[in-house]
């Protein structure tokens, strides 16, 4: 058993591919020399991811702008839209293929004026559905040469927000979650 995420040891993709169920939408994601896989691997527990993804949790993989990543096409897919829960007091937005309901990412929206530059790139980035991320990556099908990149995009080193939303006995106790000391438990995003 691995003591702790420190001494956890992986093979990285140098990019990744994906996309929704109806194949409307598709992307690659080219990660940077530095990217950093153990932070960038977070879950959420709160009731809109649960509801948005029908599990009791969220798994995310974090896309910076660093990261260069773009549709098949390098235009927006048709199917795209991003849906806001509450327009009044955004937080978030949700990527949502329009054909078939695939749920793709998540990304914080900022409520600063365009003058507070500062905090609108502290704000760039999306929580990658790690479900959208293509077999190939993610556990290796149809690769002779490896067994997918599943542990380098979903380890639990990064963060896990609404940990007070852990479900006692079943969500609570779960490693990549954090619960063994993995990543950062939040109680609130």
Known sequence: ?????????????????????????????DFPVDHDFKKASGSCQCTQCRRQTGSLFFLAHTIKPASKSSSSSNEIPSTLKEYIINPASPIGARGICTNCGSFMYWRPKSNNPPDKAEEEEEED???LAVGTIDPEYLFGEGQ??????????????????????SIRGVTDGISWLGADGRGTRKEEH
């Open 125 to 127: 980035y999306l929580e």
């Open 1 to 29: 058993m691995i003591a702790s995420l420190d001494e956890l040891t992986f093979p990285t993709p140098k990019s990744i591919t994906g996309g929704c169920l109806c194949g409307g939408i598709r992307y690659k994601v």
């Open 144 to 165: 002779e040469e490896h067994e997918g990149y599943g542990l380098a995009l979903v380890n639990g080193g990064g963060g896990h927000s609404w940990c007070k939303n």
